[in-house]
C-alpha cells in the first residue's frame, strides 16, 4: 500500500474555495491513478473526482462538475482537488485513494487498496 497524506481542509465561508492536496512519501504518486472521496457523517463514501496515471484526462462526480477540479502535478509528485464556490453540501472528510494504473480512473472506492488519513472540510458562515 501507498502511505498518502492529504492536507488543505478547513473551516471555509460558503461560496469560497479550496485546494485539497494528496501527497505521498512512498512510491512516486505519478505511477499511480488517484481519486478522491469524501465522506459524511451517517452517509457512505463517494467519488467525487480521479485523474489517470498514463496523461492528464479526469473524471468529475455529475453533482460537483464546474465546481470541482482535479489537477496532477507529476513535479511535485501531488494531486489536487480545487472546490469553488462550496456550499453546505460539501462538508465531509475529504480522502485521496491511489490504484495501480491497470485500475483506470474510478469513482468506485472498492477499486482502492490505498488510503490517506483524509482532511475535513466544513462549509458554513
Known amino acids: 500500500q501507498l502511505p498518502l497524506v492529504e492536507s488543505g481542509g478547513g473551516l471555509v465561508q460558503p461560496g469560497g474555495s479550496l485546494r485539497l492536496s494528496c501527497t505521498t512519501f512512498?512510491?512516486?504518486?505519478?505511477?499511480?491513478?488517484v481519486a478522491w472521496f469524501r465522506q459524511a457523517p451517517g452517509k457512505e463514501r463517494e467519488g467525487v473526482a480521479c485523474?489517470?496515471?498514463?496523461?492528464?484526462?479526469?473524471r468529475v462526480m455529475d453533482s460537483v462538475k464546474g465546481r470541482f477540479t482535479i489537477a496532477r502535478d507529476d513535479a511535485l509528485d501531488a494531486v489536487y482537488l480545487t472546490i469553488d464556490n462550496l456550499v453546505p453540501g460539501d462538508t465531509a472528510t475529504y480522502y485521496c485513494?491511489?490504484?495501480?494504473?491497470?485500475?483506470?480512473?474510478?469513482?468506485?472506492?472498492?477499486?482502492?487498496?490505498?488510503w490517506g488519513q483524509g482532511t475535513q472540510v466544513t462549509v458554513s458562515s
Open positions: 512512498g512510491n512516486p504518486l505519478k505511477a499511480y491513478e
Open positions: 485523474v489517470y496515471q498514463s496523461h492528464s484526462r479526469s
Open positions: 485513494a491511489a490504484a495501480r494504473p491497470e485500475t483506470g480512473c474510478s469513482l468506485n472506492p472498492r477499486n482502492y487498496k490505498s
